[in-house]
């Protein structure tokens, strides 16, 4: 009786043993998995979100360069991922372009058409318009860049000075485009 004591016990031990491993396994799983989609979430960006950044994009475009050739376009958006991967100037596409900020009681907006009631301008030139969009679906969802504007985080118009002593990098149509880099 002693030795089917004995070997009832040492099943059941080996019973434990056994689920116990399947358990830390399981367990182990799971965590990474969770932990795999955690940072998947975190660097996921939903259809609408996408449609919303697009918008914001297009607008930005229409309103700053509607004007301008295809490469001026470009760089207008260009320049505006550039300031949404530094981070200083606003979270996201639309955090970039509505950005303002207040500086000696004065409102300064990233750009110009947001703080003349732009928001809810509606596109004139509906050519042009088309034309806004087509270069931020380039842009933002195919990585279409200007290897030049690499380093651009900023612009304006030829016909004004602001003496910003930053580095010039081109003109393209009315726009002369700067970086911060020396």
């Keep these: 009786m002693d030795i089917a004591r004995t070997s009832k016990a040492v ?3 080996g019973f434990v043993a056994v689920a ?8 182990n799983r799971l965590d990474n998995l ?3 989609n955690q940072a998947a979430r975190q660097g996921f960006i939903s259809a ?13 475009i229409y309103n700053e360069a509607a004007f301008e050739p295809f490469e001026g376009k470009v760089a207008v958006a260009q320049v505006t991922l550039n300031r949404v991967e530094d981070g200083r100037f606003g979270k996201g596409v639309c955090g970039v372009v509505y950005a303002k900020n207040v500086i000696y009681e004065r409102v300064i907006c990233q750009f110009s058409w947001t703080c003349i009631g732009g928001i809810s ?9 088309k034309e806004s969009e087509e270069v931020a ?7 279409f860049r200007l290897p030049s504007m690499k380093d651009a985080m900023y612009y304006h118009a030829d016909y004004v000075n602001p003496q910003w ?3 010039k990098i081109t003109k393209i149509g009315r726009h002369i485009f700067y970086s911060e880099k020396i």
């Design 11 to 13: 099943k059941i031990l």
């Design 20 to 27: 116990l491993s399947v358990y830390a396994v399981t367990a």
């Design 34 to 36: 969770r932990n795999a």
């Design 48 to 60: 609408e979100d996408r449609t919303q950044q697009l918008a914001c994009l297009t607008k930005n």
């Design 121 to 129: 301008l509606k596109p004139v030139a509906q050519a042009h318009y």
């Design 137 to 143: 679906k380039k842009v933002l969802l195919e990585g």
């Design 165 to 167: 002593g930053k580095p």
